[in-house]
Nanobody, 122 residues
């Protein structure tokens, strides 16, 4: 079992930065992903990092602005978000899993956090 707790969300202005954290407990050597769900929209993939941190993947909408990383010694993953836009407003979820298939698919991730809110004002 893995428990995931996100933190670092908040209210910022367009152009600002935020760093989200995902603290994991239990078995932690899983791939990790970040997803988000904006009001009235379906949940969407944001970023993924392999268990060893060697490979990362991003949604086109965040590529060049967001960076996913992890520190396995601290059992924590991060999502550094720069140049935030109002359309980045959403609840951000951390997810973990073995992910043998597509990193973009929600059902590849077995464990989910409760989410942290990010609001970007214009």
């Amino acid at each position: 079992q893995v428990q995931l707790v996100e933190s670092g969300g908040g209210l910022v202005q367009a152009g600002d930065s935020l760093r989200l954290s995902c603290a994991a407990s239990g078995r932690t050597f899983y791939a990790l992903g970040w997803f988000r769900q904006a009001p009235g929209k379906e949940q969407e993939f944001v970023a993924h990092i392999t268990w060893n941190g060697r490979n990362t993947y991003y949604a086109d909408s965040v590529k060049g602005r967001f960076t996913i990383s992890r520190d396995n010694a601290k059992n924590t993953a991060y999502l550094q978000m720069n140049s935030l836009k109002p359309e980045d407003t959403a609840v951000y979820y951390c997810a973990a899993g073995i992910v043998r298939g597509s990193v973009y698919a929600r059902n590849e991730y077995s464990y989910w956090g409760q989410g942290t809110h990010v609001t970007v004002s214009s």
